[in-house]
Every structure is written in C-alpha cells, then in structure tokens.
C-alpha cells in the first residue's frame, strides 16, 4: 500500500468525522437524543478529558484548565509520533495490514486533535441551545477545544435484580460509552493490530511469497 492510498483512506476517514462532528454540533443541544434503534441512540456530548471522558485533572493535582492543555499537548506530540511510525513503514514497504492499521489510527488520532485545538475557537457553548460555527463568542480558545462524541450503543439497558448483592435495583447498560467516529478508527486500527498481529508485523514481500 502506498503513500497516495493511506492519504486517501485518512482524508476519507478525517472527512467523514468532521462532517459528523459539525451536524451534531450545529444541530443538537448538549444531552439531546435521537433513538435510531432501540440499541443505537445518537446522543451529543462532549468529551473534555481522554478516553471514557476521563480529566488529568482526576488523577493529577492540576485544573482543569492546565489538565486540558497538557493533554492537548500530549496528543500533539502523539499525532507527531504516529505520522512518523506511518511515514517509516509506508518507505519499509510495511504489510498493506499494518499500514491500513496504522492509517486508521492515525486519522482517529488527527480527527480528536482537530477537536481539542480548533472547536473551541469557532463555536459556541451548547448548553440550552444549539451551536454556531464561527461564532463571535467561542466557549474556548485554542487547544482548549472538547471532543464532540454521538455514536451511543446501549445493547442492553435494564435494571439489575432487586437480589443481586452490591448492586441490585441499580442500571446495567451495555454498551454505555458515547463515542465518533474518530474513536471507532483507532479503535478499528488497534482492533487490526491485535487480531493480525503476525499478518500486520510480516513484511509485504513474505505475504507475497506465501500467496
């Protein structure tokens, strides 16, 4: 796989995101639904932290504000760290698998940091109303941006059983996170990875000779 074709797929990828990302932000209030089907909801929120909505601020002695900067940062030098390793492999003439692999996370990676850098400097807050792109009064400043998250997957929404110990009478929801696109690329990308660890990790000239 060449360099043209792991741009296309991460342009195709990075699109789509933002395509999504925009609508649902200039379309929906903060917490406002559509029930899809009874397992899929598209729910809008807003993802301050890392992953699952997590803050830096909740496990070090930092602000917010401060835990949201170093995490912006620390994507950057992420995204910076993935290009190279994509770059690298695509000039190794790397597995299609690995490269296809890397390029989805790659785009995931980029799609959150266009998020995180950009989002709070040309919208508006979403809380009890519904957000303008380039607004003149944006809810942040640069690398101050939230992730905007839709995709809601909740398979199984029930009630534990009143006898069950801890936890009876107490929701069961699964799938409970609220995800994008961005998030399902580099979930993909690392799913590729792990499943076809030995074809991702085999150089394209072995895969070759064994086909």
Avoid: C, H
């Avoid at 508006?124 to 995709?151: H, R, W």
């Amino acid at each position: 796989m060449n360099l043209r074709k792991s741009l296309l797929l991460i342009a195709i990828v990075l699109l789509v995101d933002q395509i999504s990302k925009i609508y649902i932000k200039t379309n929906f209030i903060l917490g406002e639904s559509v029930t899809v089907f009874s397992w899929f909801k598209i729910l809008f929120i807003e993802n301050e932290g890392a992953a699952w909505g997590t803050k830096l601020s909740d496990i070090l002695p930092v602000s917010d504000s401060t835990g949201k900067l170093i995490l912006t940062v620390f994507r950057l030098f992420a995204i910076v760290g993935i290009g190279y390793w994509l770059y690298d492999i695509i000039r190794k003439n790397a597995s299609r698998t690995l490269i296809i692999a890397v390029s989805l996370i790659f785009a995931g990676a980029f799609g959150n940091i266009i998020d995180s850098l950009f989002y709070g400097m040309i919208f508006n807050d979403s809380s009890n109303q519904v957000a303008t792109i380039f607004s003149s009064e944006p809810y942040g400043g640069l690398f101050y941006g939230k992730v905007v998250d839709m995709l809601y997957f909740p398979i199984i929404d029930t009630r534990w059983p009143e006898w069950v110990p801890v936890v009876g009478g107490q929701i069961f929801r699964f799938f409970e996170p609220v995800f994008n696109i961005a998030d399902t690329a580099i979930s993909t990308g690392v799913g590729i990875l792990i499943v076809f660890n030995k074809k991702a990790f085999g150089s394209a000239e072995d895969q070759e000779v064994k086909s």
